[in-house]
């Protein structure tokens, strides 16, 4: 990572790139990265297999910024087809050409490069990359993001002495394209091969390192591909301070459910002998449980660890939901700006319309296929945004999924919801399905007000927590089971709600949100990067003026 404001060894299209930006981020720090993704062989689980490497790395390198950085990330795809990155709870304020899922930037075609310009606009907190198409994802090519507070702001801890990335997901020993393969041909999935922490499968992790009496930031994201997780440290409390961007109240848990798609921070104390204790994560619902370990290691450790590793729970749902509830904003933190989270009211705002989305499976056409509210979405021949903005007819519809369930069987089309610029809209994610399930939205960060067993009434606002929900981009659904959320439709552009269950993603579990508003300024919505690929029925086509 190099940081500079020398320009002119700069490509001249990047250099006009930054120049935009510089109108309105002048003074915000700009931090430049290039990268070139490869093929590589692995060892996740012992065997070789085919990796996608970042720079040579499995995990990817990660990315360290502050509040309003300018991100600019040249990336170089050599692979043999096409690739996307996308940056999973960065909000791309006012400018989801970046956000890097099919609906709103053409691929990184073979051989060729594609320069990212990010900023980490009024954000915080621990996030996570991965590739998005493909279903890439269970090669690899992922790594974390960390955005720290700007130096005056006040964080509601005092610094760790140690501030550690922990990528924790399931991993099949196939090769991605054998995965798609079976996708592709209407099967599902057999169940993951093993669990990884940081690219690693059981006891092949380096360890943690930690000094007797200090107090260690761990920023932990669910990478996997479908497995909800409970992350334990043995003879050790976990403290939760930051969830997904907001600074959380300081609870301690023995262990923590992190689901597919979410991110936690937690403080651990090395407050216990110097020596060797397990660091286990497993899975959560599934028979068999899958298991894997690592060390936290004292300095000066006088041994190994002793007795077995710890166990959690498996199948308890009850205990989830219950820690999830007890998971809350703190509202006397300060977030990305020097006033209190919980100076925003949201409990008070009346909402102006409530979405029903119900997720289901079944076949179509004689092969497997995922849906939300009866439509399982398939790509259109050009991403959604970049035919919004040329204006190309016929590529999306506008309302092609309703907004509550009818009970039709399952159809497929390039399925598209229309919400207004600045509403405030409660969306339920109800789940009549036997599995737990997961859901996010790129763009933005919602308030999760409720959760509960059964069907969701207009009843159940009565058990809402309109002072303290926890504000995230990432939420679980638990199996017949409800979520709400509260969300302000503040940031202009096509957003992908999404299913975290990568291969229910693939086969068509989610949908873009068209949040529109007929105003052209840039103060609600940025216009098409000069340097954006153009693709499908795009193909040929002037960005902007250079």
């Not at 090519?141 to 997901?169: E, H, M, N």
């Not at 399905?433 to 969701?456: A, C, K, N, R, T």
Request: with cysteine.
């Amino acid at each position: 990572m190099a940081i500079s404001s020398m320009r002119s060894s700069l490509p001249p299209l990047l250099c006009l790139c930054i120049s935009f930006f510089a109108i309105v981020g002048a003074d915000d720090p700009y931090r430049f990265f290039n990268w070139n993704v490869t093929y590589g062989t692995i060892y996740p689980l012992g065997l070789p297999q085919q990796g996608i490497l970042i720079n040579g790395q499995f995990p990817g390198p990660d990315i360290h910024s502050v509040t309003n950085d300018n991100i600019i990330i040249n990336v170089y795809n050599s692979l043999d087809e096409p690739f996307l990155l996308s940056w999973n709870g960065i909000q791309q304020r006012r400018n989801s050409y970046e956000d890097g899922v099919y609906g709103t930037t053409c691929p990184i075609p073979p051989g060729k490069n594609f320069t990212y310009i990010l900023q980490m606009k009024d954000q915080i907190g621990s996030f996570y990359y991965f590739p998005s198409l493909g279903f890439h994802k269970a090669a690899g090519g992922f790594g974390g993001i960390r955005i720290l507070s700007r130096p005056r702001i006040p964080v509601p801890f005092p610094d760790p002495a140690g501030d550690y990335t922990v990528l924790v997901g399931d991993w099949y020993q196939a090769n991605h394209t054998t995965l798609r393969a079976q996708l592709d041909n209407g099967s599902m999935l057999p169940l993951p091969d093993g669990i990884l922490i940081n690219g690693r499968g059981p006891n092949r992790t380096a360890p943690f390192n930690v000094e007797q009496g200090k107090t260690y930031r761990l920023r932990i994201s669910n990478v996997g591909l479908q497995s909800s997780l409970n992350f334990r440290i043995q003879g050790h409390r976990l403290k939760v301070v930051e969830v997904e961007g907001t600074h959380s109240l300081q609870t301690e848990f023995s262990s923590l459910d992190i689901h597919v798609g979410q991110s936690y921070s937690v403080l651990v104390t090395a407050d216990q002998p110097a020596q060797d204790f397990y660091i286990v994560v497993s899975s959560r619902f599934t028979t068999p449980i899958l298991t894997t370990t690592t060390i936290l290691r004292y300095a000066n450790s006088a041994g190994s660890v002793q007795g077995p590793p710890p166990g959690g729970p498996t199948i308890q749902i009850d205990w989830s939901l219950n820690q999830a509830r007890a998971i809350r904003t703190n509202l006397t933190a300060s977030g990305p700006r020097p006033n209190p989270q919980g100076s925003y009211h949201y409990g008070l705002i009346n909402t102006t319309k409530t979405i029903v989305l119900s997720n289901s499976a079944g076949l179509v056409n004689g092969k497997q296929r995922y849906a939300v509210n009866s439509v399982s979405f398939i790509p259109a021949d050009t991403p959604l945004k970049v035919a919004d903005f040329f204006k190309i007819g016929g590529v999306f519809r506008v309302g092609s999924i309703s907004d509550w369930p009818n009970g039709a069987g399952i159809y497929e089309d390039t399925s598209v919801m229309g919400a207004d610029y600045r509403a405030f809209v409660e969306i339920v994610f109800q789940n009549n399905e036997d599995l737990i399930q997961s859901w996010h939205l790129d763009g933005y960060s919602f308030f999760v007000v409720g959760m509960d067993g059964g069907q969701w009434t207009s009843n159940s606002r009565n058990q809402y927590n309109l002072r303290d929900a926890i504000a995230r981009c990432t939420t679980q659904v638990y199996p017949k089971s409800w979520t709400a959320i509260y969300v302000a439709l503040d940031n202009v552009g096509m957003w992908n709600l999404r299913s975290e269950f990568w291969a229910r993603q693939y086969l068509g579990q989610q949908f873009y949100l068209r949040v529109y508003t007929p105003s052209t300024s840039l103060r609600d919505e940025y216009p098409i990067p000069k340097n954006a690929l153009l693709c499908g029925r795009a193909t040929g086509r002037r960005t902007r003026p250079l």
